[in-house]
């Protein structure tokens, strides 16, 4: 089935550690999006790519980085985990930014807790 | 960005329809209205989109005020598995990489 796979579905992680969330898609998307739901905040986004080889800042990108080495692949980092960053982490992809008669497909999340 | 508002709530019953409401008074001409639904536990999932005309899919219809102003979500004969949050929101065509979610209208559906 088409779609977005994110992995690792949920994560205890400690603070000041590093981790990396992965995000794949098959659906050959051109944008490719990371955002954050937090209870009471909703979605939030933390980065977007609009093709392979480039990257921009959403409204809350700072303490996360992104890469996009390929169409499929739109890996989250984060470099120094800190409590804050206790989310809900939602990958999501679309067939071009410039065309908003496109939707968004979203995967299924990652549940991050740092303790 | 142009904004939208939803009602917090609703509630409705089983297999009978349900009107979901979303005002954008301040939408410009080139601003598309998506509509996206989250179900619990899970990511959201894109349900309707629309840009002047009504429009139907096997989910839902979306119809739109004659001044774009206000738009509804329509599901024909509700499902319990219908029971999340809905969003409504305005995607222009600059910028359109900033897919922006409100609060959006939390949807119970009652067997």
């Known amino acids: 089935i088409a779609g977005i796979t994110q992995a690792p579905t949920s994560q205890i992680l400690a603070a000041g550690r590093r981790m990396t969330l992965r995000c794949t898609q098959d659906?050959?998307?051109?944008?490719m999006y990371w955002y954050r739901q937090d209870l009471g905040l909703g979605l939030r986004l933390i980065h977007y790519?609009?093709?392979?080889?480039?990257?921009g800042k959403g409204e809350v990108p700072d303490g996360y980085s992104v890469s996009r080495a390929n169409t499929d692949d739109f890996p989250l980092t984060l470099a120094s985990a800190v409590p804050s960053q206790t989310s809900v982490y939602f990958c999501?992809?679309?067939?071009?930014?410039?065309?908003?008669?496109?939707?968004?497909?979203f995967g299924s999340g990652t549940r991050l807790t740092v303790v | 960005d142009a904004k939208t508002t939803q009602p917090n709530s609703m509630e409705s019953n089983e297999e009978e329809p349900v009107h979901l409401p979303c005002n954008h008074s301040t939408i410009s001409g080139t601003d598309y209205i998506h509509w996206y639904r989250q179900l619990p536990s899970q990511g959201p999932e894109y349900v309707i989109h629309?840009?002047?005309s009504n429009v139907n899919n096997r989910m839902a219809s979306l119809a739109i005020a004659e001044d774009r102003k206000s738009s509804t979500l329509i599901l024909h004969r509700a499902t319990l598995r219908d029971a999340a949050v809905y969003y409504c929101i305005l995607r222009p065509i600059q910028g359109a990489q900033k897919l922006v979610f409100g609060q959006g209208t939390r949807l119970t559906i009652n067997p």
């Open positions: 659906m050959r998307h051109n944008a």
């Open positions: 790519s609009n093709t392979a080889g480039t990257t």
């Open positions: 629309g840009l002047t």
């Open positions: 999501a992809s679309s067939r071009s930014p410039g065309q908003p008669q496109y939707g968004y497909t």
